[in-house]
């Protein structure tokens, strides 16, 4: 039996190396000009390695392949001059879903459609976002920061600052929106997002400011700092899977 058991593990560790041997690092710049045009070139498990600078860009991401900033997202920023959203991540299953890693995505906004996700709309996809700043995104609707759709994402070490849906009336999520979504933010950051409803969280059809007390258990939140007044860190009832660990809200601005 042992014998067996010692095999097996020889052999799965044989099929790590060569998927590992079989993915590919794009360079950008290097390999591609453009952010947009190393996704195009990458393959499903490939890693999308992005110099240091400024990226005037709006992507479209349907393959589990990783972006990551080889600086950091400190020194490596996609700019949406506030005309179009940062980047749609749709349609990604999870093998091995999708990986956004130091990033700053500044200054989207979604205009058009369905007026989701500023910074970033994830829909029915898997994926994972880590280590990367959301700052000065707009939404029309909600989301102004990520709108999350029927997917699985989790987002760990991530900042979310300034974001906004700036109309009045219903406009929820100046953070993030969460539908139908099993979701877990991990060791984030949320300041000074703003929205009618939810500062930072906002779970469309149902208006978070009117969540206050009776659905607030319906958002788990495990050893998460909440200062300013918590009411715009809200889960619909429909959910009950957005789940907040070791994060930090404050300075919400609910309008």
Request: one cysteine or more; hydrophobic letters at 35%; a neutral charge.
């Amino acid at each position: 039996m042992r014998t067996f058991l010692n095999l097996a593990t020889v052999i799965i560790s044989c099929l790590v190396l060569v998927a590992d041997a079989y993915s590919e690092v794009i360079h950008v710049p290097g390999d591609a000009s453009t952010i947009q045009g190393g996704i195009d070139l990458a393959s499903t498990g490939d890693v999308v390695r992005i110099g240091p600078g400024t990226y005037v860009e709006s992507l479209y991401l349907s393959k589990g392949i990783t972006l990551e900033g080889a600086s950091g997202a400190e020194f490596t920023v996609i700019e949406g001059l506030n005309s179009w959203p940062i980047i749609e991540c749709l349609h990604i299953d999870g093998s091995p879903g999708f990986t956004i890693r130091g990033l700053t995505l500044r200054n989207g906004y979604k205009k058009s459609g369905n007026g989701n996700g500023g910074g970033a709309f994830v829909g029915d996809a898997v994926g994972t976002i880590e280590d990367c700043i959301f700052e000065g995104n707009a939404a029309l609707f909600a989301g102004g920061g990520i709108a999350v759709q029927n997917a699985d994402l989790l987002v760990r070490s991530t900042v979310f600052r300034n974001n906004s849906v700036p109309v009045t009336g219903n406009a929820f999520g100046g953070a993030v929106s969460c539908t139908q979504t099993n979701a877990t933010f991990e060791d984030c950051r949320f300041e000074s997002n703003a929205a009618n409803y939810g500062g930072e969280f906002g779970c469309p059809p149902l208006r978070c400011g009117a969540l206050h007390r009776q659905h607030r258990r319906q958002l788990v939140r495990e050893r998460s700092r909440l200062s300013g007044g918590d009411h715009g860190v809200q889960q619909c009832l429909e959910q009950r899977r957005v789940r907040l660990r070791l994060c930090t809200v404050r300075n919400k601005l609910q309008r």
